[in-house]
């Protein structure tokens, strides 16, 4: 049984080559983009993808057998949960708030790929419909409010389509118009220790990445500005449908580094919430019928 995407066309307000972030090169390879001054316009037809196969389990022995390969590989193991709640999932758009960090970014993505959803960066889609890093750095200076517009837009485009995976930026959790739009799919806070988030910031900085620090001479510097920036956007955070603490999925698994919690590990905590979530909505819809 074959796998397949449903077609869909996309419109977004970026004038940006690099528009989509596809983890499937045959997805990519069916990609293509038209440049303009106000819109790029991407059209896809259905396509396969053939790193997805659906097994037919005809015996117990076999079933044992997928269930061991699934244990060995982690990410067998993540995609035979992504198929299993797909079909409940029905297409809803997945979006991911917290603290921007490298595990975030990472989590996105294979989730994606395991879903067969899009990934985007709402951040990134901002930054290149503004002309870059420091064109973007510029307007968010002289125009802040026309900034958070711009972020606004970026995520009202993306909450009207289906299929998606979203790293949201802080902007997504700023304002009660775009808390609104993430309710148009499901939302998951990645919960990540202040210590790691700056350890990215700080390795960032030292290769002159953009971020929303200001650079600063020295670790525990950096840590202040990212424990007051988590407290100003806990509580946007805190809306999500559900929270997956780096901390608590260390401790469920019994490790004292944080650093041996995998992508996988990860995405695995959140598919299983979006199964809770896909569960508690249906049942939910069967209580509202009518006798």
Not at 46 to 55: G, L, M, Q, S
Not at 232 to 259: E, F, H, P, R
Not at 268 to 285: F, G, N, S, Y
């Amino acid at each position: 049984m074959e796998i397949t995407t449903t077609a869909m066309s996309m419109k977004l307000i970026i004038n940006c080559p690099k528009l989509l972030r596809f983890h499937s090169p045959l997805l990519q390879s069916h990609a293509s983009v038209r440049n303009s001054l106000h819109f790029s316009v991407i059209s896809h037809s259905t396509v396969r993808n053939p790193r997805f196969v659906t097994c037919c389990l005809s015996n117990e022995n076999t079933s044992n057998t997928v269930a061991e390969v699934a244990v060995k590989d982690p990410s067998l193991a993540v995609k035979k949960k992504a198929a299993d709640i797909l079909p409940e999932l029905k297409g809803t758009s997945i979006f991911l708030v917290g603290m921007a960090s490298s595990i975030k970014t990472s989590l996105g993505k294979l989730l994606a790929d395991s879903l067969r959803y899009y990934y985007f960066d709402s951040d990134s889609l901002v930054l290149e419909a503004a002309g870059g890093e420091s064109a973007a750095k510029a307007f968010r200076e002289s125009d802040e409010r026309g900034y958070r517009e711009a972020e606004t837009e970026v995520l009202k485009q993306l909450s009207s389509m289906g299929r998606l995976v979203v790293c949201a930026g802080n902007g997504a959790v700023q304002s009660s118009t775009n808390l609104a739009l993430l309710r148009h799919g499901v939302s998951i806070w990645i919960d990540v220790p202040l210590d790691m988030v700056t350890r990215g910031v700080v390795e960032d900085q030292s290769e002159d990445t953009a971020s929303e620090f200001y650079v600063l001479p020295n670790d525990s510097q950096v840590l202040a500005q990212v424990a007051a920036l988590y407290q100003q956007m806990k509580g946007g955070y805190s809306t999500a449908d559900a929270t997956i603490s780096l901390q608590k999925v260390a401790n469920q698994l019994g490790y004292d580094d944080l650093d041996a919690v995998t992508t996988e590990d990860m995405t695995m905590e959140v598919l299983k919430e979006i199964e809770k979530l896909t569960r508690v909505k249906k049942m939910l819809a069967e209580a509202a019928k009518p006798f």
